[in-house]
Nanobody, 116 residues
């Protein structure tokens, strides 16, 4: 499975961005997908996850109510809609996919910078 992110950039606090993660390869083997982020000097942290079966989602407390994760199976793309962005959301965002047969795959990361 290969993952390619896009959609990062520079935005003012209070603004919005939508990240995309295009998936190719053995997508049928994916059991869950999601987003992590890593700010300078900090460990990579989970932002959101979406399950392949049922579409259940889960979010970090810091983004609940502001971010929405979704997946479009018709074009094999996962999204992260980020609203009411804050300077503390500044990080490199990575998408990932995991499955019992395929293991764990990461995208290359996309930079999100929120100015105050």
């Amino acid at each position: 499975v290969q993952l390619v992110e896009s959609g990062g950039g520079l935005v003012q606090a209070g603004g919005s961005l939508r990240l995309s993660c295009e998936v190719s390869g053995s997508t049928f083997s994916i059991s869950a997908m999601g987003w992590y982020r890593q700010a300078p000097g900090k460990q990579r942290a989970l932002v959101a996850v979406i399950m392949s079966r049922g579409g259940n989602t889960n979010y970090a407390d810091s983004v609940k109510g502001r971010f929405t994760i979704s997946r479009d199976n018709t074009n094999n793309t996962m999204y992260l809609q980020m609203n009411r962005l804050k300077p503390e959301d500044t990080a490199v965002y990575y998408c990932y996919a995991v499955g019992s047969a395929m293991g764990l795959s990461w995208g290359q990361g996309t930079q999100v910078t929120v100015s105050s």
